[in-house]
């Protein structure tokens, strides 16, 4: 069976389910008193056992706990525990460790050691795959939370187009107070503690507690980030790279921000298209431009007055997963359609209250996501320069501007202090790099830089396609090369010039019927 693809696509704009945070754990190293510096922290074994997650148990998988510092410059001070899991090699050939990361930040990635059973042929069989829940996500311990009633229907403003002084005042509230409920949440201690360079800590302990002396990395979206740092505090450590849905290490975290304003503008532009193809089904208009005209007619529509008690924020965040997978697109337009033809939102209030849960513990994806953005590097904290720069970037980038400055909005108030982002080395690494043309989460222009970074890498291009990290998804161009890649380490040839070295076929969209 194939694991849930939403953890794949997730950047900005997924609240994730979650748990609740536990207390810090105390470590029991101590320090001598006669110690003019402070002891490396020691990896202890991972006590593999049984997981709790069907499809990691129909997998193979084994699961436990890696205990780190909460604190890697104070590696006798507190520490806490990160879920991990583990389909171990079955063949006769053993290639060593694979970590990979599903994305975020703040995605939950223990589902991933399974994931290797997507690639063709047995090389997968020759790894140890891993996956991992990072600090403060999902079954890790503490987990940070801090108020699950964050996306709840009813409780956020109208819209996300600030067209009033009330809908602008409502945002810039709910955006202080969840920065300073996270501040004031059992987890707070966290929020010193979790920019990249700290998850890549983590994952030096975790290779030390399996005994690795290099591992791979499979890493998609923001997981491609994250194993560039790691590529470039610890080169002498990296086997094998593939990275899906590449991030551009320019501009973290506000400038990639921006940047993705502009390319889902054009993602959703396609599905526009699309969906005035298959007009006779959902009746949203016969040109690209009709269908978004219908949009924000509906938008329109549902601000002024909620339908089944959806309003513009619920209907912006669901279409807007048109935007990160060609694959979701019959499902927006009927939801889309009922709005518009009907005047009832059934359908998107299920898919809503089922993707943005409000249960316990149900913001640990959106907590996680902005304790790393807002940390990993300064965020603008003038308001009025903010606001003036939302403002004109709005007039040629309507769609997304707006909800993802809310989104992003807690940054500006973020109670824990930022740090510097490490400056992604140039180098001879070698990786295979996979995207799509038209990424609007991870626009393309950032695989051309780690292409131009990586001076042993050979990018993969999905032509003409819009899909986020969708690699091992049945095309086999893209997926043939992964395979044969992890199995001798041979790269496509590297093509002169600041392109592509394959161009596979893209990610193909549902019949317009």
């Not at 503490?142 to 602008?168: F, H, K, N």
Request: charged share 20%; glycine share 10%.
């Amino acid at each position: 069976m194939r694991p849930p693809r939403s953890l794949l696509v997730a950047t900005a704009l997924s609240l994730g389910a979650a748990l609740l945070a536990a207390p810090l754990v105390t470590s029991t190293a101590a320090v001598s008193a006669e110690a003019s510096e402070p002891a490396a922290f020691r990896a202890s074994p991972i006590a593999w056992g049984r997981c709790r997650d069907a499809f990691l148990r129909s997998s193979g998988a084994r699961c436990g706990m890696l205990t780190v510092p909460l604190d890697h410059a104070d590696p006798t001070g507190p520490t806490i525990r990160l879920a991990v899991s583990r389909v171990a090699h079955t063949g006769r050939t053993y290639r060593g460790v694979m970590f990979t990361n599903p994305g975020g930040p703040g995605g939950s990635g223990t589902f991933l050691a399974a994931y290797g059973q997507f690639v063709p042929g047995t090389v997968a069989r020759t790894y140890d795959w891993i996956g991992v829940d990072p600090r403060g996500v999902g079954a890790s311990r503490p987990a940070l939370t801090c108020d699950v009633r964050i996306a709840e229907i009813g409780t956020r403003p109208p819209s996300y187009y600030p067209t009033s002084d009330a809908i602008l005042d409502q945002w810039l509230a709910k955006s202080e107070t969840y920065a300073a409920d996270c501040g004031a949440s059992r987890a707070a201690a966290l929020l010193p503690h979790m920019r990249t360079t700290d998850t890549v800590a983590d994952l030096e302990v975790l290779r030390e507690a399996l005994g690795a002396e290099q591992v791979s990395f499979y890493g998609f979206s923001y997981g491609t980030y994250l194993a560039q740092v790691y590529a470039t505090l610890h080169p002498d450590r990296i086997d094998k790279l593939v990275l899906d849905g590449v991030l551009d290490p320019r501009g973290v975290w506000f400038d990639s921000q921006q940047q993705q304003n502009r390319a889902f503008e054009k993602a959703m532009g396609q599905f526009w298209t699309w969906a005035a193809r298959a007009n006779r089904t959902y009746r949203l208009g016969r040109t690209g431009a009709r269908v978004e005209k219908t949009y924000y007619r509906v938008l329109q529509r549902v601000t002024r007055k909620p339908v089944n008690g959806v309003g513009g924020p619920e209907v912006a965040d669901l279409t807007l997963s048109a935007g990160y997978s060609r694959s979701s697109w019959p499902d927006v337009a009927s939801m889309l359609s009922e709005v518009a033809t009907k005047g009832t939102a059934r359908r998107l209030r299920k898919a809503y209250t089922s993707g943005y849960p409000t249960t316990r513990r149900g913001d640990n994806g959106y907590a996680t996501y902005l304790a790393t953005l807002c940390t990993d590097a300064p965020w603008p904290t003038d308001l009025d320069a903010l606001l003036a720069d939302y403002a004109g970037q709005d007039r040629s980038r309507h769609f997304f501007t707006w909800p993802n400055a809310w989104y992003n909005g807690p940054c500006r108030t973020w109670p824990a202090a930022p740090g510097t982002p490490v400056d992604v080395a140039t180098s001879d690494q070698q990786a295979l790099l996979i995207s799509e043309t038209f990424d609007g989460a991870t626009p393309f222009a950032g695989a051309l830089e780690v292409r131009r970074r990586f001076g042993g890498a050979s990018l993969i291009e999905g032509v003409g396609g819009t899909t986020h990290a969708g690699s091992l998804s049945g095309i086999a161009c893209v997926d043939d090369r992964i395979a044969a890649y992890l199995a001798s380490g041979r790269l496509p040839k590297r093509r002169s010039g600041d392109r592509s070295d394959v161009r596979c076929p893209a990610i193909p969209a549902p019949p317009a019927r």
